[in-house]
């Protein structure tokens, strides 16, 4: 009869699709059998209950398949041997085949969860803007979202500074996965909460129905800012197991951070190799054209009409990051219902002076050149100078890229601050950072902390 439940669990594959035979087939083992009953083992209730509920019917037919008869499938849980009495509402149509449950006395039950925990039903992919700044982190997302669990993408990584839209990449990938798979257990936890959860777990001696939680039930996990987990040696270890037993059973896991996961202080080396052995994706800040067009966006969620100027007034002084645009949106909103008044210019000049600067801070090209010198740790004069020493000729070209992109200056006027050069030397130089920003992650880092450090 074992050879016949393996066969059965072969065709079920083929039927149900590799992701649902992984989490919710394959672990079910045959135990024992008589003329008319099959004995099968299932890790838990709630294991039992959504087979049960969701795949009675196809076992049966399955195994009458195979048989050429009905037979009655008890389940029993882990090493449970009491008797089955309980028979399946799902079943009881057809009083030749039945599914009995083996009651269980387990001491820390496990409650039904919702198909997607913690996820934001407003967070999806049609309302997030896509720009130049985000583009390869919405498309591994998406990726992600089409095809939760493929190896190339599993882990994903996805880091940048706060407010650039990491938290809405993780809720739009939970919910168009829960609207495409709906047998699918997403969790949308932050690391904080992992931690506190795990706290508890080791305080009240509940590790079985922590682990429950993490392991057994999700198959998505999408977790929030990683990096608080530095120094939290306890709980990057649970991490680590856990991450171990998903990726193991083709589970999907999308991690955020603020930073790489070899930027996380105190970050434990088992767990940063797992997290790069995914997919790396960074989010950076929008340029202007994306700013405005998220700010459009949201002022047209709020039911708010904003004229081009004052759109481009609140965008040039927010500095890139999303949630303070948010803010100043709620801010200018509530201000209007108070006052009784449009939102304008003159308006936003009045009330908002103390939320937004006078004016947006304009880069100089000197400016510039010593943040990038005091990042590289060389000095200016090395970094203007004429040496092509590997240490210098790299800063060089990130410092005249950064120049062109935020200041101004032409090609001949970059040139003159580095001391007289001609204008194709600079021309090459930010070449060659264009072309590493493509799939260079150490260079599109380094961008991205320096755009930081300039306010950017």
């Given at each position: 009869?074992?050879?016949?439940?393996?066969?059965?669990?072969?065709?079920?594959?083929?039927?149900?699709?590799?992701?649902?035979?992984?989490?919710?087939?394959?672990?079910?083992?045959?135990?024992?059998?008589?003329?008319?009953?099959?004995?099968?083992?299932?890790?838990?209730?709630?294991?039992?209950?959504?087979?049960?509920?969701?795949?009675?019917?196809t076992l049966q037919n399955a195994l009458r398949?195979?048989?050429?008869?009905?037979?009655?499938?008890?389940?029993?849980?882990?090493?449970?041997?009491?008797?089955?009495?309980?028979?399946?509402?799902?079943?009881?149509?057809?009083?030749?085949?039945?599914?009995?449950?083996?009651?269980?006395?387990?001491?820390?039950?496990?409650?039904?969860?919702?198909?997607?925990?913690?996820?934001?039903?407003?967070?999806?992919?049609?309302?997030?803007?896509?720009?130049?700044?985000?583009?390869?982190?919405?498309?591994?997302?998406?990726?992600?979202?089409?095809?939760?669990?493929?190896?190339?993408?599993?882990?994903?990584?996805?880091?940048?500074?706060?407010?650039?839209?990491?938290?809405?990449?993780?809720?739009?990938?939970?919910?168009?996965?829960?609207?495409?798979?709906?047998?699918?257990?997403?969790?949308?936890?932050?690391?904080?909460?992992?931690?506190?959860?795990?706290?508890?777990?080791?305080?009240?001696?509940?590790?079985?129905?922590?682990?429950?939680?993490?392991?057994?039930?999700?198959?998505?996990?999408?977790?929030?800012?990683?990096?608080?987990?530095?120094?939290?040696?306890?709980?990057?270890?649970?991490?680590?197991?856990?991450?171990?037993?998903?990726?193991?059973?083709?589970?999907?896991?999308?991690?955020?951070?603020?930073?790489?996961?070899?930027?996380?202080?105190?970050?434990?080396?088992?767990?940063?190799?797992?997290?790069?052995?995914?997919?790396?994706?960074?989010?950076?800040?929008?340029?202007?054209?994306?700013?405005?067009?998220?700010?459009?966006?949201?002022?047209?969620?709020?039911?708010?009409?904003?004229?081009?100027?004052?759109?481009?007034?609140?965008?040039?002084?927010?500095?890139?990051?999303?949630?303070?645009?948010?803010?100043?949106?709620?801010?200018?909103?509530?201000?209007?219902?108070?006052?009784?008044?449009?939102?304008?210019?003159?308006?936003?000049?009045?009330?908002?002076?103390?939320?937004?600067?006078?004016?947006?801070?304009?880069?100089?090209?000197?400016?510039?050149?010593q943040t990038v010198a005091n990042f590289f740790?060389?000095?200016?004069?090395?970094?203007?100078?004429?040496?092509?020493?590997?240490?210098?000729?790299?800063?060089?070209?990130?410092?005249?890229?950064?120049?062109?992109?935020?200041?101004?200056?032409?090609?001949?006027?970059?040139?003159?601050?580095?001391?007289?050069?001609?204008?194709?030397?600079?021309?090459?130089?930010?070449?060659?950072?264009?072309?590493?920003l493509k799939n260079d992650a150490d260079t599109?880092?380094?961008?991205?902390?320096?755009?930081?450090?300039?306010?950017?």
């Amino acid at each position: 009869m074992e050879q016949i439940w393996n066969k059965v669990k072969g065709s079920l594959k083929e039927t149900l699709g590799p992701q649902n035979y992984a989490i919710w087939i394959r672990s079910i083992q045959f135990v024992s059998n008589t003329t008319d009953q099959i004995s099968l083992q299932v890790p838990n209730r709630y294991y039992r209950d959504w087979v049960q509920s969701n795949y009675g019917d196809t076992l049966q037919n399955a195994l009458r398949g195979e048989l050429g008869f009905p037979v009655t499938i008890r389940f029993q849980i882990g090493n449970e041997t009491v008797e089955a009495t309980t028979e399946s509402p799902a079943s009881s149509a057809d009083p030749q085949q039945k599914i009995l449950i083996v009651p269980d006395t387990e001491e820390l039950p496990v409650a039904r969860e919702p198909v997607a925990r913690g996820v934001s039903q407003d967070k999806i992919f049609s309302n997030f803007v896509v720009g130049t700044c985000n583009q390869f982190a919405h498309a591994a997302s998406l990726a992600v979202a089409e095809s939760p669990g493929d190896q190339q993408y599993n882990p994903l990584f996805i880091y940048g500074s706060t407010g650039l839209g990491k938290t809405h990449l993780l809720h739009a990938i939970g919910n168009h996965i829960k609207n495409v798979e709906p047998n699918s257990h997403i969790l949308y936890v932050t690391a904080e909460r992992f931690t506190n959860d795990l706290i508890d777990a080791l305080r009240y001696r509940r590790m079985s129905e922590f682990r429950e939680r993490y392991r057994k039930l999700p198959t998505v996990l999408l977790m929030d800012d990683v990096q608080f987990l530095t120094g939290k040696d306890r709980t990057q270890e649970e991490l680590f197991h856990t991450f171990e037993w998903l990726k193991e059973r083709g589970r999907q896991i999308v991690f955020t951070s603020d930073v790489l996961p070899r930027e996380i202080k105190m970050f434990e080396p088992r767990l940063r190799t797992r997290c790069e052995s995914g997919m790396l994706a960074d989010t950076q800040p929008p340029d202007m054209e994306t700013m405005l067009a998220i700010l459009q966006q949201k002022a047209e969620g709020m039911e708010m009409e904003l004229s081009s100027e004052l759109a481009q007034y609140i965008a040039s002084r927010v500095r890139g990051n999303i949630r303070e645009l948010e803010g100043v949106l709620n801010r200018l909103k509530a201000l209007c219902r108070l006052h009784k008044s449009q939102p304008t210019i003159d308006f936003a000049r009045m009330y908002l002076g103390n939320v937004l600067a006078d004016e947006p801070h304009l880069l100089s090209a000197d400016e510039i050149i010593q943040t990038v010198a005091n990042f590289f740790n060389i000095k200016v004069v090395d970094i203007k100078g004429k040496r092509r020493l590997k240490q210098y000729v790299r800063p060089r070209h990130v410092a005249m890229w950064i120049i062109r992109k935020h200041t101004d200056l032409s090609f001949p006027d970059i040139g003159r601050v580095f001391n007289d050069r001609d204008h194709a030397t600079v021309q090459h130089g930010c070449k060659k950072i264009r072309d590493l920003l493509k799939n260079d992650a150490d260079t599109q880092n380094t961008i991205r902390l320096l755009e930081r450090n300039l306010g950017r």
